[in-house]
């Protein structure tokens, strides 16, 4: 969206269409923001670990019947996303007497569609609330496997086509990232069409039912050799003492050069001891202390002894319950859509800086595919280019930083080279004030080369020579000044948004519903 509206927090100032929940848990504040990188606005949080709830009413409901659908909006991460949701919820009319403001995340959508990112969830919600027509009540169908969130701080946008044929794309950038279709059990969790039959509630597995395949041996004898209390390690007999082995020395002694702290207070510390160290002779030698055999594997270890398993004579199997014929089950040839009363964003989120922009519904594809090319590619290459550029800056601004290091050892170097001895305090002098400007330094290097060519000067030319006039040194632009010229003037240019195209078609054949962010908050 264009333009340079000025920033409001939706909570104090009365704007139209949009509406803020004043619900206390659910008052993370928003703001009309303009968006880093270019002159685009949108709505904004601007609120870590908050939860927010902001909705518009549509002109009149938006009716799915025998047409394409098509939603889609952009969001932008501007600070990255670690935990937080993204999506929005496209309500169904609320019951009589419904309020904005009561808006939260128990009322009552059609769809929900957007990103949603925390720990192990990483996708891009769809999630579909049909109403079963034999018990009528309102079931969330996810769609499975989901296309993951773009973890980048760029803007994206989310599109959602639901076609006649129950076919349904969701895209990312333009870009088909999932296909499903509503009638297929394995593209939604619950499916959409409940099975045919179902397990009995009232069945039970019978008490002598054989579930185990295998059972011990019920003949099965322990042999009369089988001893249970053996040990699994014994000592090795055939193992011989080294030949050194110091059995008289201990592996510690006390440390010959500690002494007894001066402050230590025997009837408040206790009886000082000096601390231990390894015994010197024992590094030299195999060993010392008691020698020990090693010990090994018992052959004659069998451990605790169990009956061999048989087959089970009266395995039947895994029990299940029997199948018995869903009541709640139903057929039909197309998903029967709630209409769309109203857009919301209901989210709680850890990070802020999410901005959200031009929400679309539409019946026709290419109208948001305009939209795309027309209002986000702008702004994605946009931010593109900036990121590129600051990456580019920074790299210069590294390299330029190891340059000038570099310079200023050389410079040193150049300073102790006796044939500059003359003037070396100078060059000195002329090198610690580049290194407390670093932006002085292509003027440090041309002073101390004018200081090391007048020494060469000299020592060429030297003699009775008339003195050479004093320089003035020239005074120093202002820094007032260069930053005035350098910055130079701009003038940033406000107004109304730009309506870059517009539509003027037959309801019959397409049917548009814009919710730009400009018009917001309160009804």
């Given at each position: 969206?264009?333009?340079a509206l000025?920033?409001?927090?939706l909570?104090?100032?009365k704007l139209?269409?949009?509406v803020v929940n004043?619900?206390d848990?659910?008052?993370g504040v928003?703001k009309?923001s303009?968006?880093d990188?270019?002159?685009?606005?949108?709505l904004?949080?601007?609120?870590?670990?908050r939860?927010?709830?902001?909705?518009?009413d549509?002109d009149e409901?938006?009716?799915?019947t025998?047409?394409?659908?098509?939603?889609?909006?952009e969001?932008?991460?501007?600070n990255?996303?670690?935990?937080?949701?993204?999506?929005?919820?496209y309500l169904?009319?609320?019951?009589?007497?419904?309020s904005p403001r009561e808006f939260?995340?128990?009322?009552?959508?059609?769809?929900?569609f957007?990103p949603?990112?925390?720990?192990s969830?990483?996708k891009?919600h769809?999630?579909l609330?049909h109403?079963?027509?034999?018990?009528?009540?309102?079931?969330e169908?996810?769609?499975n496997n989901?296309p993951s969130?773009?973890?980048d701080k760029?803007?994206?946008?989310?599109t959602a086509?639901?076609k006649?044929?129950?076919e349904?794309?969701?895209m990312?950038d333009g870009e088909e990232?999932?296909k499903?279709?509503?009638l297929?059990?394995?593209?939604?969790e619950?499916?959409l069409?409940p099975?045919?039959?179902?397990?009995?509630?009232d069945?039970?597995?019978?008490d002598?039912?054989g579930?185990?395949?295998?059972?011990p041996d019920p003949?099965?004898?322990?042999?009369d050799?089988?001893?249970?209390?053996?040990?699994?390690?014994?000592?090795?007999?055939?193992?011989?003492?080294?030949?050194?082995?110091?059995d008289?020395?201990?592996?510690?002694?006390d440390?010959?050069?500690a002494?007894?702290p001066?402050?230590?207070?025997?009837e408040e510390?206790?009886?000082?001891e000096?601390?231990?160290?390894?015994?010197?002779?024992?590094g030299?030698?195999p060993?010392c202390?008691e020698?020990k055999r090693?010990?090994?594997?018992n052959?004659s270890?069998k451990g605790?002894?169990?009956?061999?398993l048989?087959?089970n004579?009266?395995y039947?199997?895994?029990?299940?319950?029997r199948?018995i014929?869903?009541?709640?089950?139903f057929?039909?040839?197309?998903?029967d859509f709630?209409?769309i009363?109203?857009?919301?964003?209901?989210?709680?989120?850890?990070q802020?800086?999410?901005l959200?922009d031009?929400?679309l519904?539409?019946v026709?594809?290419?109208v948001?595919?305009?939209?795309r090319e027309?209002?986000w590619?702008?702004?994605?290459e946009?931010?593109?280019?900036?990121?590129?550029?600051?990456e580019a800056?920074?790299?210069?601004s590294?390299?330029?930083a190891?340059?000038?290091?570099k310079?200023?050892?050389?410079l040193y170097?150049?300073?102790?080279?006796?044939?500059?001895?003359?003037?070396?305090s100078?060059?000195?002098d002329?090198?610690?004030?580049?290194?407390k400007?670093?932006?002085?330094?292509i003027?440090?290097?041309a002073?101390i080369v004018?200081?090391v060519?007048?020494v060469?000067?000299?020592?060429l030319?030297?003699?009775?020579?008339?003195?050479a006039p004093?320089?003035t040194?020239s005074?120093?632009?202002?820094a007032?000044?260069?930053?005035?010229?350098?910055?130079?003037?701009?003038t940033e240019k406000k107004g109304?948004?730009e309506v870059?195209?517009?539509?003027h078609?037959?309801?019959?054949?397409c049917?548009l519903t814009?919710?730009?962010m400009?018009?917001?908050v309160?009804?």
């Amino acid at each position: 969206m264009n333009g340079a509206l000025s920033s409001y927090y939706l909570f104090i100032y009365k704007l139209p269409n949009w509406v803020v929940n004043r619900i206390d848990k659910m008052r993370g504040v928003w703001k009309h923001s303009q968006s880093d990188g270019h002159e685009d606005y949108g709505l904004l949080v601007i609120e870590k670990a908050r939860k927010y709830a902001i909705v518009k009413d549509l002109d009149e409901p938006v009716d799915f019947t025998d047409r394409t659908m098509v939603f889609q909006y952009e969001t932008r991460f501007q600070n990255g996303l670690d935990c937080g949701g993204c999506y929005l919820k496209y309500l169904r009319p609320q019951d009589a007497g419904w309020s904005p403001r009561e808006f939260e995340n128990e009322s009552p959508f059609s769809i929900m569609f957007g990103p949603d990112k925390c720990g192990s969830t990483n996708k891009v919600h769809f999630i579909l609330k049909h109403k079963n027509p034999i018990t009528g009540v309102f079931v969330e169908h996810h769609l499975n496997n989901p296309p993951s969130v773009p973890h980048d701080k760029f803007t994206h946008v989310y599109t959602a086509i639901l076609k006649p044929d129950n076919e349904l794309k969701i895209m990312i950038d333009g870009e088909e990232k999932k296909k499903a279709n509503f009638l297929s059990a394995d593209d939604f969790e619950p499916p959409l069409i409940p099975p045919k039959t179902i397990r009995d509630p009232d069945d039970k597995k019978p008490d002598d039912w054989g579930e185990r395949a295998k059972i011990p041996d019920p003949d099965a004898i322990k042999p009369d050799d089988w001893d249970e209390n053996a040990p699994e390690e014994i000592e090795d007999e055939e193992a011989v003492k080294p030949e050194g082995w110091l059995d008289d020395e201990p592996e510690e002694i006390d440390d010959p050069d500690a002494s007894k702290p001066a402050d230590w207070d025997d009837e408040e510390d206790g009886e000082w001891e000096a601390p231990k160290i390894d015994h010197p002779k024992c590094g030299e030698a195999p060993g010392c202390g008691e020698w020990k055999r090693p010990m090994k594997k018992n052959p004659s270890y069998k451990g605790k002894w169990h009956a061999p398993l048989i087959d089970n004579p009266n395995y039947m199997g895994i029990w299940k319950p029997r199948q018995i014929p869903n009541p709640d089950y139903f057929e039909f040839d197309k998903p029967d859509f709630e209409p769309i009363a109203s857009i919301g964003i209901e989210i709680w989120t850890m990070q802020d800086g999410i901005l959200f922009d031009n929400i679309l519904i539409a019946v026709d594809e290419k109208v948001a595919e305009l939209y795309r090319e027309k209002m986000w590619k702008p702004k994605y290459e946009a931010e593109q280019s900036k990121q590129k550029a600051e990456e580019a800056a920074s790299g210069f601004s590294d390299g330029l930083a190891g340059f000038e290091k570099k310079l200023f050892d050389v410079l040193y170097k150049v300073a102790d080279v006796p044939f500059f001895a003359p003037c070396r305090s100078k060059i000195i002098d002329v090198i610690e004030k580049g290194e407390k400007q670093p932006n002085l330094t292509i003027g440090i290097l041309a002073a101390i080369v004018v200081v090391v060519a007048t020494v060469i000067f000299r020592i060429l030319f030297g003699g009775k020579k008339p003195a050479a006039p004093p320089m003035t040194p020239s005074r120093p632009q202002s820094a007032k000044a260069t930053r005035n010229d350098a910055v130079g003037s701009t003038t940033e240019k406000k107004g109304r948004n730009e309506v870059l195209f517009s539509f003027h078609h037959s309801p019959l054949t397409c049917r548009l519903t814009l919710c730009c962010m400009p018009d917001f908050v309160e009804g």
